[in-house]
């Protein structure tokens, strides 16, 4: 019963869903401004973690390294979604607001270096995939160190 269930939930999703695209408007004037404050935000917090893991290192395996790496890169992902904020607010609404593809959108508008960098910063899922990849093995690496702590007499590593 329960599945039947689950998957007249699912097919009623399907049926009735609305598009989500990717790229939203953020509303009225303070949208921006809080979405701009948080990407500052993140951008301390990332710097700041990332200063004490250097500076304090809790350890130097492997899980940290890579939690240290996926910290970087979701610094370069933060980063760069700052500068294509900045980037957009200049640019002609044409381009930034179409709604199509990020190919149609380079090449409607005129072909200046700003529009080009924009273009490039769009692909920030080039530095947020590696990211997550790295955060997901430094989760699954200090899984494996607790495990092996559990197991082991005394409770260390060795």
Not at 36 to 64: I, K, N
Not at 68 to 88: C, E, G, N, P, Q
Request: glycine fraction near 8%.
């Amino acid at each position: 019963m329960k599945k039947h269930a689950f998957l007249l939930g699912c097919i009623c999703l399907l049926c009735w869903s609305t598009p989500a695209w990717a790229v939203q408007a953020h509303g009225e004037a303070e949208g921006p401004v809080v979405h701009l404050m948080t990407h500052f935000l993140l951008f301390v917090a990332l710097l700041l973690l990332l200063y004490v893991l250097h500076v304090r290192p809790p350890d130097t395996g492997l899980s940290w390294r890579s939690l240290k790496l996926s910290l970087l890169f979701f610094l370069l992902w933060d980063m760069d979604h700052i500068f294509i904020h900045w980037v957009a607010g200049g640019m002609y609404a044409d381009i930034k607001d179409s709604g199509a593809s990020l190919v149609g959108d380079y090449f409607v508008g005129p072909r200046t270096v700003l529009n080009f960098l924009y273009y490039l910063g769009r692909f920030d899922h080039l530095l947020c995939v590696p990211a997550l990849w790295f955060f997901t093995s430094a989760l699954r690496d200090f899984c494996k160190v607790i495990e092996r702590r559990q197991h082991s007499p005394g409770g260390q590593v060795s």
